[in-house]
């Protein structure tokens, strides 16, 4: 049988991703990222702490992409994850798009884990994580277990790309 709130919260997640790629090209047209963008870097920093919302989760992508370095956006996302609302949820879903180079969340995340609308999002997260969320291990089968079949089967994937042993994979 079709799960109504799994199809919703799937599409809540595109249209979050929509609304996210839309923001990155206003970003791009405003604070010309394509042009000279390591020439650009202060500038990116000095707007994604003085923007607020999307703007500011975007500029932050915008930061690493262009520098390749993690450690400030992601400590900038850190914050704006243990807020509330919107920017929560922006920042999660950014952080997903860091992958491995966003480790340094995983606490953060595991705790964002026990809210009911961040879960789906921080799940999604430590899956792009990968095997270095390997500390988020217990609170994933916790949610494998879960009544929402939708978020069991996020979980178990999770799960899955957490416990990925790449040694062993090759």
């Known amino acids: ?20 790629a839309f923001c ?19 500038a990116l920093e000095a707007a994604a702490a003085r923007e607020a919302g999307l703007a500011r989760v975007a500029l932050w992508v915008a930061c690493y992409r262009v520098s390749g370095k993690a450690e400030t956006p992601v400590a900038a996302l850190r914050a704006l994850l243990t807020g509330s609302g919107e920017d929560a949820l922006k ?10 180079a966003a480790t340094s969340a995983v606490p953060d995340l595991v705790a964002a884990l026990r809210r009911p609308d961040m879960r789906l999002l921080a799940v999604e997260a430590l899956s792009a994580i990968g095997p270095a969320a390997r500390d988020a291990l217990p609170a994933l089968e916790a949610l494998a277990l879960d009544p929402d079949p939708y978020m069991q089967a996020r979980a178990k994937l999770a799960l899955r790309r957490v416990r990925v042993d790449p040694v062993a994979d090759r």
């Open 1 to 20: 049988t079709p799960d109504p709130a799994g199809t919703r919260r799937a599409a809540q997640a595109q249209d979050r991703a929509v609304d996210f």
């Open 24 to 42: 990155r090209i206003r970003v791009t047209v405003r604070y010309g990222v394509l042009s000279d963008v390591h020439g650009n870097l202060p």
């Open 91 to 100: 920042a999660a879903h950014a952080l997903a798009s860091f992958g491995p």
